[in-house]
């Protein structure tokens, strides 16, 4: 085997994507299956629709293409809104696309027409996280630029919460959605069709009974990958976690003092390192650095052993109460979703499917 490597228990995955289909479907929700924290890996994505997700979306067209390319029929949303320049190819390749500036949605518009297609717009909106979408007050008026225009279908609306601000879901914040879709119907005499409300931390709403009853779609990833919700940090019910297991291997196993020798400069980021003096030290490098993983995410699955630093190629790890170890060793380690998203895009890490 070639270290490091992310082992992916494909079973767990699927049972998780199965739970939350079935758990969401009960409350009259579809999932879409968010495909990139694995960089749309295909096994991953297939345990996915094995288990009956029926819509996907990705941030990366990158991502989209290979699953376009491994001949996936179902629909696929590009869910990053587009840029400019990439508007050409995401109607190409993507059913869809989440979006907030009217500007690239008649861009998309343009596109679509011209090579006969209907590209499916999701009009984002800003119920109080501030990364993408159109404020609240501004809702009707962009949506009426969009309906009626040739080339897109206004499909609904959507938010997005617990990602730059850290903003809870809530009754409030999700029924902004559905106050907004019933004002676009009055006036605009359309039917909106979705309103997407949410991502893995929404589900914790859900299970209280706080969602604002006629949000129909969620877009969910790490409760799927992980069964992990960060934003509110917990393990998703019913869900199982260690679905990912980073292996590494030793390079160097030898006792050194735990404060470092001589002038203390910047560290390889440009950090000034300040270190705690524990005395001698059994100490451990492992073949694997900050070019490949977020380190402060990973965990390691002995819990005799304890992660001190990295600098680009090589991890730290402190083994003193380890009862044995030496060079060859392969160490292991879970992961939060930070931690998996940067092992799945590094190329030095071997991704291995367990099925
Ligand atoms: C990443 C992403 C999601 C999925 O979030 P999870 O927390 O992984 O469920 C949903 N919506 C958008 C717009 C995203 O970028």
Redesign the pocket.
């Known amino acids: 085997m070639k270290y490091p490597c992310v082992e992916i228990d494909i079973n767990k995955i699927r049972h998780n994507a199965r739970y939350v289909v079935d758990y969401c479907g009960k409350n009259g929700i579809e999932v879409m299956g ?1 495909t ?2 694995i960089c749309a890996l295909l096994p991953v994505v297939m345990a996915m629709l094995d288990a009956g997700v029926k819509k996907l ?1 990705d ?1 990366r067209l990158h991502n989209i293409e290979a699953l376009r390319k491994a001949g996936f029929e179902v629909p696929i949303y590009l ?2 809104i587009p840029m400019l320049s990439e508007v050409r190819d995401a109607v190409h390749l993507a059913d869809g696309s ?1 979006n907030s500036e009217v500007g690239v949605i008649k861009a998309l518009a343009h596109e679509a027409q011209a090579i006969g297609k209907i590209h499916k717009v999701i009009l984002m909106v800003d119920v109080g996280d501030l990364r993408e979408g159109v404020m609240p007050e501004d809702v009707l008026d962009v949506a009426g630029q969009i309906i009626g225009c040739p080339g897109v279908e206004f499909e609904g609306l959507g938010t ?1 919460l ?2 730059y601000g850290g903003i809870l879901a809530s009754y409030e914040n999700t029924k902004v959605l559905v106050d907004l879709a019933a004002d676009i119907e009055k006036r605009y005499g359309i039917k909106v069709k979705t309103l997407s409300g949410g ?3 929404t589900l914790a709403l859900l299970e209280k009974g706080e969602l604002a009853p006629g949000i129909n779609q969620f ?5 799927i ?1 992980l069964g992990t919700d960060e ?1 509110n940090s917990r393990n998703v019910p019913g869900t199982l976690q260690g679905t990912m297991k980073l292996k590494a291997e030793v390079i160097e196993v030898k006792t050194k003092p735990s404060l470092p020798i001589g002038e203390v400069g910047r560290d390889a980021f440009g950090n000034v390192p300040v270190f705690e003096d524990k005395g001698l030290m059994k100490r451990a490098i492992v073949a694997l650095g900050k070019q490949d993983c977020r380190i402060e995410g990973l965990r390691p699955l002995d819990e005799t052993i304890e992660i001190l630093g990295a600098s680009s190629d090589h991890m730290i790890i402190d083994v003193t109460k380890r009862s044995k170890i030496e060079t060859g060793d392969v160490l292991e380690f879970g992961m939060n ?1 930070g931690a998996m998203l940067s092992l799945m895009t590094s190329k030095y890490v071997d991704k291995i499917t367990l099925c």
């Open positions: 968010i990139k924290g979306g941030s869910i990053r989440l997005n617990g990602c991502n893995t931390a877009r969910i990833g790490e409760a990958l934003t979703y």
